[in-house]
C-alpha cells in the first residue's frame, strides 16, 4: 500500500484558498537518520515537528510551499502528518503501556495509526467571527508557530498567550475569563479533531481507563537497522555511505534481500 498520498483534514490556507492533498518524499536513509537524530538537536517538540515536515513533505496543494507553511498549518493537521509519516516509516502498529487506576496493574494497549479517530475541521475552516460587545472577533486556529511561542511558559500564560494570538484582529480587547472559555470551545469545534486519549478496559479488574495517545509517537528509536544495511551494502557493493543513504528504503532493502538470497540466508 502507497502512503506518500496524504489529504489533511483540515488544509493549508494560503493565496486565499485551502490546500489538502499533498504528498511525502521517499524515505531514504538521510531521512531516517535526519528524524532519528534531529529530536536530540532542537529545543521543543514543535521545533521539531516543523522541522520533521519541512524535510518529508514532498507538496501539499500545487503551490511551492515554503518553511512557513508548516508554521502555519494547524495543531490537528500537523498531529495528522506525524501520524501518517510514522505509517510511511512501518510504524503501522504502535503499543502503550498503561497503568490502571482502579487496581493500579500495569498493562498495554494496541493502536492501528490507520484507525486513529479523526474528524474533519467544521464550516468556515481556519477562521470564525465571535463577537465581544460591540466588535466581531476574527479567530484563526492555533498552528506551529503559536505552539513554539509558548513553548517556554506555563500553566495559564501559555494559555492566555495562546488565546490571543488566535484573534486575528489589531485591536484585541480584554477578555473575562468566561469569554476567554467561550472563544477556546468555538475554536475547538471549527478545529479538525485527533483523538488524544482511547478508552480501553483493564483486562485485570475490567474497569474502563482513559490512555494518553501520542500523535508523535514515531517508532524510529535506533538508527542501528540503518547502519547494519549500510555496511552490508558498502561490502557488497562498494557504495559509498552517501549513495547508499541516498537510496529510497525500499530499494535499499530489495538489495538487502538480493544479498541474502545469493548466501541462501533466505528463499
Same mark, same amino acid.
Given at each position: 500500500?502507497?502512503?506518500?498520498?496524504?489529504?489533511?483534514?483540515?488544509?493549508?490556507?494560503?493565496?486565499?484558498?485551502?490546500?489538502?492533498?499533498?504528498?511525502?518524499?521517499?524515505?531514504?536513509?538521510?531521512?531516517?537518520?535526519?528524524?532519528?537524530?534531529?529530536?536530540?538537536?532542537?529545543?521543543?517538540?514543535?521545533?521539531? &515537528?516543523?522541522?520533521?515536515?519541512?524535510?518529508? &513533505?514532498?507538496?501539499?496543494?500545487?503551490?511551492?510551499?515554503?518553511?512557513?507553511?508548516?508554521?502555519?498549518?494547524? &495543531?490537528?493537521?500537523?498531529?495528522?502528518?506525524?501520524?501518517?509519516?510514522?505509517?510511511?516509516?512501518?510504524?503501522? %502498529?504502535?503499543?502503550?503501556?498503561?497503568?490502571?487506576?482502579?487496581?493500579?496493574?500495569? !498493562?498495554? #494497549?494496541?493502536?492501528?495509526?490507520?484507525?486513529?479517530?479523526?474528524?474533519?475541521?467544521?464550516?468556515?475552516?481556519?477562521?470564525?467571527?465571535?463577537? #465581544?460587545?460591540?466588535?466581531?472577533?476574527?479567530?484563526?486556529?492555533?498552528?506551529?508557530?503559536?505552539?513554539?511561542? %509558548?513553548?517556554?511558559?506555563?500553566?495559564?500564560? +501559555?494559555?492566555?498567550?495562546?488565546?490571543?494570538?488566535?484573534i486575528d484582529v489589531e485591536d484585541k480587547?480584554?477578555?473575562?475569563?468566561?469569554?476567554?472559555?467561550?472563544?477556546?470551545? #468555538?475554536?475547538?469545534?471549527?478545529?479538525?479533531?485527533?483523538?488524544?486519549?482511547?478508552?480501553?478496559?483493564?483486562?485485570?479488574?475490567?474497569?474502563?481507563?482513559?490512555?494518553?495517545?501520542?500523535?508523535? +509517537? !514515531?517508532?524510529?528509536?535506533?538508527?542501528?537497522?540503518?547502519?547494519?544495511?549500510?555496511? +552490508?551494502?558498502?561490502?557488497?557493493?562498494?557504495?559509498?555511505?552517501?549513495?547508499?543513504?541516498?537510496?529510497?528504503?525500499?530499494?535499499?532493502?530489495?538489495?538487502?534481500?538480493? %544479498?541474502?538470497?545469493?548466501?541462501?540466508? &533466505?528463499?
Amino acid at each position: 500500500m502507497d502512503l506518500s498520498d496524504f489529504t489533511l483534514p483540515g488544509g493549508l490556507w494560503a493565496d486565499g484558498q485551502i490546500y489538502r492533498q499533498g504528498r511525502f518524499t521517499s524515505v531514504t536513509g538521510y531521512l531516517e537518520e535526519f528524524v532519528a537524530t534531529s529530536s536530540l538537536k532542537l529545543s521543543s517538540i514543535p521545533e521539531w &515537528v516543523t522541522t520533521v515536515l519541512f524535510e518529508a &513533505v514532498e507538496s501539499i496543494g500545487s503551490r511551492k510551499w515554503t518553511w512557513d507553511d508548516f508554521h502555519k498549518l494547524c &495543531v490537528a493537521d500537523r498531529q495528522y502528518l506525524m501520524i501518517q509519516l510514522g505509517r510511511k516509516f512501518g510504524s503501522e %502498529i504502535i503499543w502503550y503501556k498503561a497503568e490502571c487506576f482502579s487496581c493500579k496493574e500495569n !498493562f498495554e #494497549v494496541r493502536l492501528e495509526k490507520s484507525e486513529w479517530p479523526c474528524s474533519q475541521a467544521g464550516p468556515g475552516f481556519p477562521f470564525t467571527n465571535y463577537i #465581544v460587545g460591540d466588535q466581531e472577533l476574527r479567530l484563526r486556529l492555533p498552528n506551529g508557530a503559536d505552539q513554539e511561542s %509558548i513553548e517556554n511558559m506555563d500553566g495559564e500564560d +501559555a494559555w492566555w498567550k495562546l488565546l490571543y494570538s488566535c484573534i486575528d484582529v489589531e485591536d484585541k480587547p480584554k477578555l473575562s475569563f468566561e469569554q476567554a472559555k467561550e472563544i477556546e470551545k #468555538v475554536l475547538e469545534e471549527l478545529s479538525p479533531q485527533l483523538a488524544l486519549e482511547m478508552q480501553t478496559s483493564c483486562p485485570n479488574c475490567q474497569k474502563k481507563n482513559m490512555v494518553p495517545l501520542d500523535p508523535y +509517537a !514515531f517508532g524510529v528509536d535506533s538508527l542501528k537497522p540503518l547502519f547494519v544495511e549500510v555496511h +552490508a551494502l558498502a561490502l557488497a557493493y562498494n557504495w559509498t555511505e552517501k549513495e547508499i543513504l541516498a537510496l529510497p528504503r525500499k530499494r535499499r532493502r530489495m538489495y538487502i534481500k538480493l %544479498i541474502d538470497q545469493t548466501r541462501g540466508m &533466505v528463499s
